[in-house]
């Protein structure tokens, strides 16, 4: 026969089906978590009541009108806590502070100048986070990263590799923010948080290469629904990636960019306005241009396509999802021996949207983890 589940099993799956109701939906009665989960009433009433009881749920104060017997509304109390989503790129240093209803209560961002430094990069995070922590009730109880740099798998310290941007070395964003938190510090590299966020708007999509090709060129590799990170961390890392060069030359992808005079001055980072002002410019000179573009990075998916058997490939980024440039890459990849969908990746501010959207699902994870 069958084991039958122990009671203690038993009210601690309810207990959680009554959280998870209460973060999504707001505030309910007993009754209405009764309907929205389907546990019989006096089964919902006795989980409020537990969760009451540790702290979990509270009494809003509010009550029902109308016939019938009063019910009274409960929601989170303001111990679960929030959790932390930042971010850091060479523009600015972000922060939010959330809670377990995916609501943002608190903003503050740090602008960055040019070429800043390790030491200035990690005292606007420190700004960042003392600003939306302060006043906050409960525990801050965990801090999720995004970060415009390769990040160590183990240590969560950013890597600096070769030609590489955003230069801020070994910065390390858990030992800056762990005085904030009361548990783990997550960091990743910024695309691998936008291809998670296009991933949750396109979950069909379960392999797939994402290229971001900005002032950095970085990739994400989604396999089975699952962003792969690699043994360090730097999966996806296609800066260095040997690809077709101008002239039908192999060269690293960086350095494709460089030969074709599209890096910032005294700087390895691709001049974005630059490179978008000469293919809006028109005629054979973009022609030639975005001929050259469309080689490089089909050389780059040519390599992950033999490699990793994508679906398809999102190009983002300021220049990836120009429409010119998405073409022309397009049109490479349809001529070769193994071509792929290409298109242009959709979520609007991604790497903050992943972040913000793990720092809420691990802050539930935390809160439910407590009952």
């Known amino acids: 026969m069958p084991t039958r589940p122990s009671p203690e099993l038993l009210r601690s799956v309810t207990d959680e089906t009554v959280l998870r109701a209460v973060m999504v939906g707001g505030a309910h009665t007993r009754a209405e978590l009764a309907v929205e989960t389907g546990l019989s009433k006096p089964t ?3 989980s409020v009541r537990r969760l009451t009881e540790a702290g979990l749920l509270r009494d809003t104060g509010e009550r029902t ?3 019938g017997r009063v019910g009274t509304y409960y929601s989170l109390s303001p111990e679960c806590g929030h959790a932390l989503a930042v971010t850091i790129d060479p523009a600015a240093v972000v922060a939010e502070a959330v809670d377990p209803f995916g609501d943002v209560v608190a903003r503050a961002e740090e602008t960055l100048s040019p070429g800043a430094s390790r030491e200035s990069v990690a005292t606007a995070l420190t700004t960042v986070a003392k600003g939306v922590t302060a006043g906050l009730a409960g525990p801050v109880r965990s801090v999720v990263v995004g970060a415009a740099d390769p990040v160590d798998r183990e240590s969560g310290r950013l890597v600096h590799l070769p030609e590489m941007p955003f230069l801020v070395g070994d910065l390390d964003p858990v030992a800056v923010l762990s005085p904030f938190v009361a548990g783990q510090v997550l960091v990743d590299n910024d695309v691998n948080w936008s291809a ?4 949750a708007a396109a979950p069909a999509a379960g392999d797939v290469l994402l290229l971001h090709l900005g ?3 970085g990739g994400a590799v989604v396999s089975d629904g699952e962003v792969r990170r690699g043994g360090q ?4 890392e296609v800066a260095h990636v040997v690809t077709v060069g101008p002239g039908g030359r192999a060269m690293p992808f960086t350095r494709v960019l460089a030969e074709l005079g599209l890096r910032q ?11 978008l002002e000469r293919v809006d410019a028109g005629g054979p000179t973009a022609e030639q241009l975005l001929e050259d573009l469309g080689a490089a990075v089909g050389g780059v998916i040519a390599a992950a396509v033999g490699l990793l058997d994508p679906r398809e ?3 983002g980024g300021p220049w990836g999802s120009h429409p010119a440039v998405l073409a022309a890459v397009a049109s490479e990849c349809a001529g070769s021996d193994r071509p792929v969908p290409i298109r242009a990746a959709q979520v609007v501010d991604p790497v903050l949207t992943g972040v913000r959207a793990h720092a809420v699902e ?4 935390l809160v439910i983890a407590e009952r």
């Open 65 to 67: 009108t109308g016939r």
């Open 215 to 217: 002032e950095g060129l």
């Open 265 to 275: 001055a005294g700087s390895t980072a691709v001049d974005v306005e630059l490179l």
């Open 362 to 365: 691990e802050l539930r994870r």
């Open 233 to 236: 961390g730097l999966a996806g």
């Open 44 to 46: 919902a009433s006795e």
């Open 313 to 315: 490939v999102l190009l």
């Open 196 to 199: 998670r966020a296009e991933l």
